[in-house]
Every structure is written in C-alpha cells, then in structure tokens.
C-alpha cells in the first residue's frame, strides 16, 4: 500500500465504497444486519491474518494495544456497520451516503479536540459545502422519507452510524501513530468488530445463521465476498494508509465522493435519472472536496 500514492489510494476507496452501497442491498433480508456484518468482517479478518501467517508478519500485541485495537474494531469495523446495514433496511442507500458525507467535519473536529490537529476555516467551508452538494443530489428523497416514521428511525441509524464510525477512524489514526503495524492490526481490529456483533446479535436474540434460502443465491455469495475482500480488506488497508498520510479530517472526504459514483451505480442499474439539482449538487460536492484537499 505505501507504494502507491495517496490520490491512488483515494481512487481505490472511492471506487470500491462507492459500489459496497449497492452490493450491501444484496444482503438484506436473509441474514440479520448484525450477523450479516459480523459474516463480512469474519471473512475479512480470517484472510488478513492468514496473508500475515504467509508473510511472516508479528501477530503478537500487549493487552493494552489489544485494547486499542478491539476499540478501533468494534467502532470501525463492528456497531458502525451493524447501523448502516438497519438505516438501509429502513431508507434508501442514497440518504445514508449523505449522513456519511458528513465524516470529514466530525473527523477533523475528533482530530482537532483529540490530538490537536489543527482545523482550518477553509476546511470546514469545504465540509459544509460537500455537505450541501451531496443533500441537493439527494434532495428528492429527502421528499419522499418526510413524515415518515421508517425514515426518521433511518436518519437515526445513519447519524449513529458516522459518529460511531469517527471514534473508529480516530483510534485507528492514534493506533498507526503508535507505529502498530497496519495489516496484523487491521486482522485483530476486523476479527474484534465481527466478534461484537455476535455479541450484540447474542443480547438480542438473534439466529447465527442465514436465512437457509440465502445459501442457493449467487448474488448472495457474491456480495458478501465483495464486501469483505474488496469493500473491506483492500479498502480499508488503503483507507489506513491514506489516514496516516493525509491525516483523519482530509481522509474523511471520501466519505463526500462515494455517494457521487453511488449516484451513477443508481443510474446504471436502478434506472434513476439526474436532473439539474442533481448535477448542481454534484458540482458542489466536488467543489467541497477540492476546498478540503487543497494544500496551504
């Protein structure tokens, strides 16, 4: 990963995010959210600490970066996901893109009140204007979610969903500033989000296993090893790496270019049409992004 440059690692986060949206709606309905993420990080895990065993990389950690690391995992990788995986259930993927667009601006105030990170005013006017373009593309359905008590629980997960994702991003940030290694750091972190599903899906009752008719479905297979291969373990080791780089608030505004390729997957595979809110609003969101990136 550090072979490659950052605007690389950027584009492969984008890319592949941009289409988890899409793919995770291939796993609704026949497994509970919960064990449904803790299946995708299990797998996740279960390949990079094999691909460490192979290379030979040091798997072994104190109980204190154990610590760390289960709490980059649980947030990152566990109850953040296990939110998105109900809002979907409840509205559409595009408005949980646009709860995600705000991640740069709760990333770098995490940063800034955590570690010091300084916050500039172009930044933020960024943030808010990648906030801004993202909303008017999706405008529509914030129409048709008014009044609604499905929608409002959505919104909910989706706000959960981004804050609890930040504590995540910001551990993993002080974990890679610590000099833990990325990929055994990135096994453990996976293998403990997954294990704090199963840990809510116990306190709640839930089945462990899939809906059996899940197993006959391709499109099942599919999309949870996409999700886990490419949207989790290729993603997130460039995300970490990129994070380290650039720093958490800058990485952030992935989570403000992802709805914009999630738009042209809508566009390609559930008909949907742009109109010119649509365009404006993408005209705004990479405006907000070059404000956000824009060194000096």
């Given at each position: 990963?550090?072979?490659?440059?950052?605007?690389?690692?950027?584009?492969?986060?984008?890319?592949?995010?941009?289409?988890?949206w899409y793919a995770i709606t291939f796993q609704l309905g026949h497994v509970a959210a919960e064990i449904g993420v803790a299946l995708r990080f299990a797998l996740a895990a279960v390949a990079v600490l094999a691909m460490c065993v192979w290379r030979g990389l040091?798997?072994?950690?104190?109980?204190?970066?154990?610590a760390w690391l289960a709490l980059q995992g649980t947030?990152?990788?566990?109850?953040?996901?296990?939110c998105v995986y109900h809002a979907e259930q409840h509205i559409v993927s595009g408005l949980v893109a646009v709860g995600y667009s705000a991640s740069p601006l709760t990333?770098?105030?995490?940063?800034?009140?955590?570690?010091?990170?300084?916050?500039?005013r172009r930044f933020v006017a960024g943030g808010l204007l990648?906030?801004?373009?993202v909303a008017l593309i999706f405008w529509p359905e914030f129409g048709k979610a008014a009044g609604s008590s499905a929608a409002a629980?959505?919104?909910?997960?989706?706000?959960?969903?981004?804050?609890?994702?930040?504590?995540?991003?910001?551990?993993?940030?002080?974990n890679r500033a610590r000099s833990l290694p990325l990929w055994p750091a990135l096994g453990y972190g996976m293998l403990y989000g997954a294990a704090s599903c199963v840990l809510v899906a116990l306190l709640q009752g839930q089945h462990l296993m899939p809906d059996a008719a899940a197993f006959a479905l391709p499109s099942w297979w599919a999309s949870l090893l996409y999700l886990s291969l490419a949207g989790s373990v290729l993603t997130f080791a460039c995300f970490l790496t990129l994070q380290e780089r650039?720093?958490?608030?800058?990485?952030?505004?992935?989570?403000?270019?992802?709805?914009?390729l999630a738009l042209a997957v809508s566009m390609a595979f559930e008909g949907f049409?742009?109109?010119?809110?649509?365009?404006?609003?993408?005209?705004?969101?990479?405006?907000?992004?070059?404000?956000?990136?824009?060194?000096?």
């Open positions: 990963m550090h072979r490659l440059r950052s605007w690389q690692l950027l584009a492969i986060c984008v890319l592949t995010w941009g289409t988890t040091p798997l072994r950690f104190t109980v204190r970066e154990h947030f990152l990788y566990g109850v953040s996901y296990i990333s770098g105030i995490g940063a800034r009140w955590l570690f010091g990170v300084p916050l500039s990648g906030i801004a373009g629980l959505g919104a909910l997960f989706t706000v959960a969903s981004v804050l609890l994702s930040t504590v995540g991003s910001l551990a993993a940030s002080r650039i720093g958490v608030g800058k990485t952030g505004t992935i989570g403000v270019m992802t709805p914009l049409r742009p109109d010119l809110l649509t365009l404006l609003g993408a005209a705004l969101a990479v405006a907000g992004n070059v404000l956000m990136l824009r060194r000096g």
